[in-house]
């Protein structure tokens, strides 16, 4: 729940933020006489060239990205796989820290505030991580009890919000290896509105769901901002959901964003003769690519039905 500290700050600054992947550390004397452990700006003040571990390739996931989120905005951002859309989620969730640039959370600095900053946020990925051999209720109520939220109104919101998810009642209790990816992913979302957080990350949510629990979830969604005033931050492959749910997107191609705008302001880059442009149009006229590969298509089948 918002507090009035935060009434008047934008949830989330991104300021020029970079993150590198496999980048060769320094030696330790030249960290001991002045180096930093990036290499970038030793003590003499010439920039250092980056170089990449002995067999591997240097990789620039998030190339000077900056955006701001308002309060009680829905954010979303666009992006063919290998685009940084998940490595930047995960920065903006503390899990991994910028190699430059700097990512601010309520005025909260991610780097150095950041258990202050995960009490105010959670995260849906669509790799979801459970304890596979325990049931949805075990798992929520670990999850709540991390946030300081008690086993007895967790238990009550977990029941809820699945109920709402479509989620039977038998399967509160059942193992959750025995579980498609589907309803998996309903317990992952449940998890994360369980805590009510202000800010919500959320990593291709809908991916897996069937089209009934896709409109369930974006639902969710509207609620939590509407009602539980939350901003939500959303990447997501399904283009109508973003035009239904989005008040602004940001279209992220090889770790840059090539245009940020409403949905309507997007469409509006584009002509297309007389015929009105859809975000799938402006996604291919300004990357070139198509946004779910072939090899991708598995993850959109249905929901599978236990029986």
Not at 206 to 214: A, M
Not at 235 to 240: I, L, R, S, V
Request: with cysteine; glycine share 6%.
């Amino acid at each position: 729940m918002n507090t009035p500290r935060f009434a008047d700050q934008d949830a989330l600054v991104v300021q020029d933020v970079v993150k590198r992947f496999n980048v060769a550390s320094q030696p330790w004397w030249r960290q001991w006489f002045g180096h930093t452990t990036n290499g970038q700006e030793p003590a003499n003040g010439e920039p250092k060239p980056l170089k990449a571990r002995r067999g591997k390739e240097l990789i620039t996931a998030v190339d000077h990205v900056s955006f701001t989120v308002r309060r009680r905005e829905i954010f979303g951002v666009l992006g063919p796989n290998g685009s940084g859309k998940s490595t930047l989620i995960r920065l903006l969730s503390t899990l991994l820290l910028p190699d430059e640039g700097t990512v601010h959370v309520f005025g909260l600095d991610v780097a150095k505030h950041e258990m202050q900053v995960k009490r105010l946020i959670n995260r849906v990925s669509v790799e979801a991580a459970f304890f596979k051999k325990l049931s949805p209720k075990e798992n929520l109520l670990y999850g709540a009890r991390l946030y300081g939220v008690s086993g007895a109104e967790a238990d009550r919101k977990a029941r809820e919000i699945l109920k709402r998810l479509g989620l039977r009642e038998s399967s509160y209790t059942s193992p959750m290896e025995d579980m498609s990816r589907g309803m998996q992913q309903k317990v992952a979302i449940a998890r994360a509105f369980l805590t009510q957080p202000i800010l919500l990350l959320l990593d291709e949510p809908t991916t897996g769901l069937d089209p009934r629990s896709k409109l369930e979830v974006q639902s969710f969604v509207n609620e939590l901002r509407d009602v539980h005033d939350a901003t939500i931050l959303i990447t997501t492959h399904d283009m109508n959901e973003a035009d239904a749910l989005c008040d602004r997107i940001a279209i992220l191609d090889d770790g840059k964003i090539v245009a940020m705008d409403t949905p309507e302001g997007l469409k509006q880059l584009i002509n297309r003769n007389g015929h009105a442009p859809t975000l799938e149009d402006v996604f291919m006229e300004l990357t070139g690519k198509e946004l779910i590969e072939k090899d991708d298509l598995e993850d959109f089948e249905p929901e599978k039905v236990l029986t």
